[in-house]
């Protein structure tokens, strides 16, 4: 009786195969992050990222409370600096009294928030006397020290008091103008200096419930 010699698969056809199936699962693994990944770092970025803005209760340069929730319904843009500023702080007050004047009748759709990181001297009436080189419907915001910390840390800015020579002091901060939807949503920023024209079309956008 003769036997039937079973046939040993050649070392190249056996490393063939296991290309071919390392290639496939490769695929699949790949098709499965394609589908996975977006939701993923959606995920990450919503469950990371913290929101800007949030809920405060400050005094005008009237003396009045103004919350968060007193703006509910109209958007807003928000700057942070102190009225000892020497140049920032005036700049875009005035830039940004140019572009209420460049919007008409649009410029009542919106309002716009001063608040000051030096709450010590920034008192409301000394907030209401440094306002009036500016556009009226600018709101002049301060506070305690707290209160303060408690709105500059929902909008992530930053700012520190640093001495000066003659025993007194200034104040650094963020010189972003922040622009928030009607319902208290960020909606974009607007950097110290931007061009006009790109200012005003934020704005409208803003005004418009869109996108910066």
């Not at 009237?62 to 807003?76: N, V």
């Not at 209401?128 to 909008?155: C, M, N």
Request: with cysteine; charged share 20%; net charge neutral.
């Amino acid at each position: 009786m003769t036997s039937t010699p079973t046939e040993v698969p050649s070392p190249g056809r056996r490393i063939g195969t296991t290309v071919a199936t390392a290639c496939l699962v490769l695929v699949l693994l790949g098709v499965a992050v394609m589908l996975i990944w977006p939701r993923t770092v959606q995920t990450a970025i919503n469950n990371t990222v913290s929101p800007i803005g949030g809920p405060f209760t400050l005094t005008t340069q009237t003396g009045a409370k103004l919350s968060d929730a007193d703006l509910r319904g109209k958007p807003f843009a928000v700057f942070f600096g102190f009225t000892r500023c020497p140049e920032v702080c005036p700049t875009t007050l005035w830039e940004t009294t140019e572009a209420l004047k460049s919007l008409g009748p649009d410029a009542d759709k919106l309002r716009v928030l001063f608040i000051s990181v030096d709450p010590t001297r920034d008192t409301p009436e000394f907030m209401a006397r440094y306002l009036q080189s500016f556009d009226s419907r600018i709101t002049g915001l301060t506070g305690t020290e707290a209160d303060v910390a408690a709105v500059g840390k929902e909008y992530r800015i930053y700012y520190k008091k640093v001495p000066t020579e003659d025993g007194d002091y200034t104040m650094d901060h963020t010189a972003t103008i922040f622009l928030m939807g009607a319902e208290g949503q960020f909606k974009g920023t607007i950097s110290y200096g931007e061009d006009m024209a790109i200012r005003l079309r934020k704005l409208r956008n803003l005004i418009a419930g869109a996108a910066a």
